[in-house]
Every structure is written in structure tokens, then in C-alpha cells.
């Protein structure tokens, strides 16, 4: 006789910060309003669901009637919803204030919606570390979601150790703990129903030591049912309805397999017993987060391995750790790092009104999108960066006042044991890297709460060489040969959205920022600076440069200086590079003085040029931002390869942040644009993303010994109304 065995649901439903409307109202329709109706149509059958805050504020906003028919749900037993951070933020790397603060506001906002206090969280992309327990405790949060692999790593079997709950501990606090299985993970709704209930049959076939009934637990994203590519017709579409297909066997087997909310379970059975679990996540956030070779290794590794069906092996392999993130990604340690910052001042706040208000907008610019990068998005998204950037860029804002004075401090804002220069106040933001060629990294206008520095450097992941290698194959698959009659299925190809992408895996030999310093080799075109690969003359790209501050309240002032050297021929000249930056409070623009001198005993002949850059979401179209030429008429693509002769002013405009960035000169350049592109994956293949626009404004030095030369570049911001 088979024992009794249940089996508990959740469903995990988020759009991130800065989504689009449009693809928030898609989800609703093909994944959570077919979900919600299926369980109105099958009573018995009990679940659990999570609505990260961010899609929770769309539903509250444009979705009522879905909310009352999830609240009808909870009223009559059948659903729970689950809370977490609010907006879905990666848990690890937040103050532990603002750590208890996004859980309790979804706490509330679920009991206010739908009637019922949370008992059970979801953990963003599962991304757990030991000391979490003590403020998930704190939040008032009883039991939390965490994958089987996690479980593998201190030695549980997986195949039959996790069919229950478990009891963690730090520092006297308790949370408990579920192993979601990833055998159901990967066979709901991909392996056939019938062979999903056999399963279960014959886990139940095997009852626990200690007699009580098993449960079988998964928790997976909730758009896996319907949003994902081919999931609405799988699950939903009159062929297969996987889901109605599952809900109706479920329903049909209750004499020995029954549905349960994770609270009623916790309720009714005892823990298996106690767990540390250690700093992990999922298997692929472990790979992604390797640098690319060594996921690339890995990769191979896990695949020479389940090949020899060496289970033995595979359950002790892993990637690094979610943080090496930011070490990969300097934009993303930079954003981190800046989120940081500006928590420092929110939380000192008075209580009251304006940090109430402040705090949500911390909390926002904590959404975990664009923190990371797996295969698709992530940091990659303009959109995200965007809004994260807006929310920061508002509560310090508050923090600080609308008319705040001029802030200059010097310190290790990025963490890595060399200082930083920040600038805050009225109406600008903005942060040096003094260590990698005295670059500005950030440059936020207040007004617009608008990070115009807001780029990516490109560089290598671990996937691009599928593209290289299906390229020198002919396996790559554009829309158009798919249209003409190749099948895709017919053989290992790669899916990429135009022919040639693999001319665009172009990497960048040091961070792209402003106001960086090059000497270019004569024989050095636009072409070869635009791929990054050409000849340096000189050691200022990415190297320390010393640094003064002279702050005030009105006017501060930061001063750079490198002593460095510029190869000419065989000789390596010593020249002095000095860039000196003034702010004035309440003032649109702001200018930095360049001057070069030679230190050598001999004449000096080079091509200097001053990198600069603007990142504009939109920027790949005419139709939302371009750029003009020495007050030109012409509008001109940000997107383009363009060169530019006897140029004192350009002007980039973005009608999508009503924004002009103009950049001044008090000498003719010449000037080189060209864009930042990243190739990364989506749902329909390989694609280019847009990341930002350099400009690069190139003079002739002819400096006799002791002698220097000087220009001003002024860059002041608009308003632009199209």
C-alpha cells in the first residue's frame, strides 16, 4: 500500500524595476491569470504563490480584479502568498536594516492585499549565505526557499534525504529551511505528467525513518509556465494543457498524494533535523560568475562528467559565488558600491515623510536585475541600470535637499584600498577613479536624476565562443535563413539576430569612463580605435594619477596630475598630464581645464586626445536621441562610426530623458564617435545591445622642451523638448 505523501507548489512571479508595461501586462496574460484560474477550477488542489513588490505595484495599479480573485483563494484556504525583499533584491548585499525593511514592507503589502500575514519567504534567485538567517528571523519571516544543490554541498542526498523541511540557526535565531528538488523543477511542466506522478509514487513507496509522510517541494519561476519561449502553448494551449493535464491527475490521485501550503506542512510535521548550509546558489549562478574561460572549463568539466553518469562527482561540483560579480563587472561593484553610499545617508535621516519616501527609493535601486549577468540581461539591460541609477540618484536627493551644497570627499568608495573622489550636490554628482587614469566614472544630473556616464565596458563572457565557433562552421541562424526554410533542429547551430554578429565581439583593454587620456600612434585610424586595438604611445590610459581637492559649498575644485611619458620613435619623452575640474553650486555646466607639458630636453610631436562618453537608453535610435556637430542642423546616429573635422561644440540629445549634454572646446579637434555595443543572448538569439557613445577629441602637440599646451572643455546640460 503506497504512504501518503504531499506534495507543496510555489510559484515565484517578478518583473523587475524599470520594466515595461507592455511586458507586464503579456506575463499577466499568459502565466498568472491562467494559473489563477486553473486553481479556481480544481479546489482541491492547494498552492503557494510570490509576487515580488515591483510586479505587485503593476497588479495593485492595473490588475484589481486578478487580486481579488488571488485574495477569494487565500480566504478559502487554497493559496498562500509568500513575502521577501520588496523589490527582489540580492539579500546578501544590503545592510541588514535595509535587509528587514524590504521583507517587512512586502510582509505588509501582502497582508494588506490579500488578508493574510506571510509566514515564508522567497529568496531572490536563491542566493543564500550562512548569516542570513538572523534577519530573515528578525523580518518575522518562519521558513524560506532554497535549492537541493545547496543541501548537496554539506553532504545531503538529494534523491532521498530532502523530502521535508529543516532548521537553521545563527546567533540563536531560527529559520526553516525548504529544499526545493530540482528533479521537479526540470520535470514540471518538460516531462510528461504520467511520469511525474510515477515519481511520486514511487517516493512515496519509501517512507521516512521516523514513519511521517514525505513532502516533495518546488518552487520555480512562475513565467516558466507560459511566458518563457513555447511555455504558453505547451501549458495552456488546447494540444498539450500541461497544466490542466497535472492539476487533473493531482486531483484524481489524492488518496495517497495530496497538495499542501508550506505553513500547513510546517504546522502539521516536525523537521527533519538541523542544517548550515553554506554560501551558494543555484549551478548555473555559480558558472556565470566565473570568468570566461573558467566557465568555459567548467562547462566542459560538467559535461565530460554527466557523460559518465558520475553523480558521485557532479553533486560536488560548483562555480564561484554570487559577489564575484563584482569583481567581473566594475559596473556592477560601482553600482553596489554607490547603492551603499547613498543607504549611509537615507538611514540617517530623521524619521518621517521624506525618509519613508527615501527608503523606498533605496530599496528600489537595490533590485537584483541589473546587480548580475547570467546568458540573458542583467546588467547588459539599459532599462535596468537606468532606473536603478534614477532611484539612487532621488534618495540621496532627499537625503541631501534639492539645493544641497557642493560635497567633495576622497576615500575608498569602490573598496579596493585605493581612494576614490566623490562630488555631490546641486544640480551634479560625480565620482573619479584617481588609480585607472584619474577617469570620471559617474556624472549624474540631479534634475533628471540621470546618470549620463551610465555605460559598459565590453568585454569577453564565457558564451561568446559558441558564436565564434558556429561562425567558422556555418552553423550560425539568422531570422532570415529560418524564414527561407532552415530548421534550426536540423543541426547544432546558434540563433543570432543578424549575419556577421561575430564582428562585434569587440573588448575593451581598459574601462570606458570620461575624460581619459590617450597618445595615439600617427599610423592610429578610427577604425582601430573603435575595435580597440591600436598603438598607445603613452602610460595615462589606466594608470594612478595624484590628486588635490579644494572643496566649498559653492565652487569645489578636483585636481589630477600625472607624471608620465610618451614613446616617440625610441624615445620615451616624460610629460606631464594636469586636468583640473570646477563645479559651481546651482550652475548646468561644469569645465575641465587639460594641461599637457613636456618634461623632456627634447621637442615633442604627438597626438593627444580626451575620451569622453554619454549613455542614453535609446541611443540605437534616430527617433529618440543623435547628435549635432558645431550647432549643425544635421542629426547624426549615436550608434554611428563618424569622423569629424575643426570641431569646438557637439550636442547629444534624448528626447526619452528630455536631456542635452553639450560639450564645448575652446579648440578645434578632430573629433572620432563611435559606440559601445555588447553582444549578448535573448529570447531569439545572439543580438547586439547599445551601451553608450564615446567621443574622442584628438589635437596636434608640437611642444618644444618646458613648453605646454592647455585647452578648456566645458560640458553643460539642458533641457530637450524635441
Not at 259 to 276: E, M, N
Not at 375 to 404: M, P, Q, S, T
Request: a negative charge.
Amino acid at each position: 500500500m503506497t504512504t501518503p505523501i504531499y506534495l507543496s507548489l510555489v510559484f515565484h512571479n517578478h518583473q523587475p524595476v524599470g520594466q515595461f508595461g507592455f511586458v507586464n501586462e503579456h506575463c499577466v496574460q499568459a502565466a498568472y491569470e491562467p494559473l489563477v484560474s486553473l486553481m479556481e477550477a480544481h479546489p482541491a488542489i492547494t498552492c503557494g504563490l510570490h509576487f515580488t513588490g515591483s510586479l505587485l505595484d503593476y497588479l495593485i495599479a492595473e490588475q484589481q480584479p486578478l487580486l481579488a480573485r488571488i485574495r477569494a483563494l487565500v480566504e478559502r484556504g487554497q493559496l498562500e502568498v509568500l513575502s521577501g525583499g520588496y523589490y527582489e533584491p540580492i539579500l546578501t548585499t544590503l545592510p541588514d536594516a535595509d535587509k528587514i525593511g524590504q521583507i517587512q514592507k512586502l510582509s505588509a503589502t501582502v497582508e494588506d492585499v490579500f488578508g493574510q500575514r506571510p509566514r515564508g519567504m522567497w529568496l531572490a534567485e536563491r542566493i543564500w549565505e550562512p548569516h542570513l538567517v538572523r534577519p530573515i528571523a528578525q523580518a518575522g519571516i518562519e521558513y524560506v526557499i532554497i535549492d537541493d544543490t545547496h543541501f548537496e554541498a554539506v553532504g545531503y542526498n538529494k534523491e532521498r534525504e530532502l523530502f521535508g523541511y529543516f532548521v537553521s540557526e545563527e546567533q540563536g535565531y531560527t529559520v526553516r529551511v525548504f529544499p526545493t528538488l530540482s528533479v521537479l523543477r526540470y520535470a514540471i511542466p518538460w516531462d510528461t505528467v504520467p511520469n511525474v506522478i510515477a515519481w511520486l509514487r514511487e517516493q512515496a513507496a519509501e517512507p521516512l525513518p521516523n514513519f511521517q509522510p514525505k513532502l516533495a517541494f518546488m518552487g520555480d519561476d512562475g513565467e516558466k509556465f507560459g511566458v518563457w519561449p513555447g511555455t504558453y502553448e505547451h501549458n495552456w494551449g488546447e494540444e498539450s494543457k500541461y497544466m490542466e493535464t497535472l492539476f487533473a491527475a493531482l486531483e484524481a490521485e489524492n488518496g495517497w498524494l495530496r497538495t499542501i501550503r508550506p505553513s500547513d506542512y510546517i504546522d502539521q510535521y516536525p523537521a527533519l533535523g538541523r542544517v548550515y548550509l553554506p554560501t551558494a546558489s543555484y549551478f548555473e549562478m555559480g558558472q556565470w560568475s566565473l570568468p570566461p574561460d573558467r566557465f568555459r572549463e567548467l562547462k566542459r568539466i560538467k559535461t565530460e562528467f554527466q557523460d559518465q553518469e558520475r553523480e558521485d562527482v557532479l553533486r560536488y561540483l560548483r562555480g564561484s559565488i554570487w559577489r564575484n560579480f563584482m569583481i567581473k563587472y566594475d559596473e556592477v561593484n560601482h553600482m553596489n558600491k554607490r547603492m551603499l553610499m547613498v543607504a549611509d545617508k537615507v538611514h540617517a535621516m530623521p524619521d518621517g515623510p521624506d525618509k519613508e519616501r527615501a527608503l523606498d527609493l533605496l530599496w528600489r535601486a537595490q533590485a537584483n536585475d541589473a546587480y548580475w549577468h547570467g546568458l540573458f540581461g542583467g546588467i547588459y539591460l539599459f532599462n535596468f541600470r537606468v532606473a536603478n541609477y534614477a532611484n539612487l540618484i532621488a534618495a540621496e536627493e532627499l537625503a541631501e535637499g534639492a539645493n544641497a551644497p557642493l560635497s567633495v570627499r576622497q576615500f575608498d568608495f569602490n573598496k579596493d584600498s585605493t581612494d576614490e573622489i566623490t562630488l555631490t550636490g546641486a544640480p551634479f554628482n560625480a565620482i573619479w577613479k584617481p588609480n585607472t587614469g584619474g577617469a570620471l566614472l559617474e556624472l549624474d544630473y540631479r534634475p533628471l536624476h540621470y546618470n549620463i556616464l551610465n555605460i559598459m565596458t565590453r568585454r569577453e563572457e564565457g558564451y561568446h565562443e559558441e558564436i565564434r565557433q558556429a561562425a567558422q562552421t556555418g552553423q550560425l541562424v539568422t531570422p532570415e535563413m529560418e524564414q527561407g526554410g532552415v530548421k534550426f533542429e536540423d543541426r547544432e547551430a546558434v540563433r543570432v539576430k543578424e549575419a556577421g554578429i561575430e564582428e562585434y565581439l569587440l573588448y575593451d583593454w581598459h574601462q570606458r569612463g570620461a575624460f581619459i587620456d590617450h597618445f595615439l600612434r600617427e599610423d592610429v585610424d578610427l577604425q582601430a580605435v573603435y575595435r580597440a586595438f591600436y598603438g598607445e604611445q603613452g602610460d595615462f590610459v589606466n594608470l594612478p594619477y595624484e590628486t588635490e581637492i579644494q572643496p566649498g559649498a559653492d565652487e569645489s575644485t578636483v585636481f589630477l596630475r600625472r607624471d608620465g611619458h610618451v614613446w616617440v620613435g625610441d624615445r620615451r619623452c616624460p610629460v606631464r598630464v594636469s586636468k583640473t575640474f570646477t563645479f559651481r553650486r546651482g550652475e548646468d555646466a561644469y569645465r575641465c581645464v587639460y594641461t599637457v607639458r613636456n618634461l623632456s630636453d627634447a621637442p615633442l610631436g604627438a597626438r593627444f586626445a580626451v575620451e569622453l562618453a554619454s549613455g542614453f537608453d535609446g541611443g540605437q535610435d534616430m527617433q529618440y536621441c543623435h547628435y549635432t556637430v558645431n550647432g549643425g542642423a544635421e542629426q547624426l546616429p549615436l550608434v554611428g562610426m563618424l569622423e569629424h573635422e575643426n570641431v569646438i561644440s557637439h550636442t547629444s540629445v534624448t528626447s526619452i530623458r528630455a536631456l542635452a549634454l553639450t560639450t564645448d572646446v575652446n579648440l578645434p579637434c578632430t573629433l572620432w564617435t563611435f559606440p559601445l555595443e555588447t553582444v549578448t543572448n535573448s529570447e531569439a538569439g545572439y543580438e547586439r545591445g547599445y551601451q553608450g557613445t564615446v567621443y574622442l577629441h584628438i589635437w596636434p602637440l608640437y611642444l618644444a622642451p618646458d613648453a605646454e599646451w592647455q585647452a578648456v572643455i566645458t560640458q553643460q546640460v539642458t533641457a530637450y523638448n524635441g
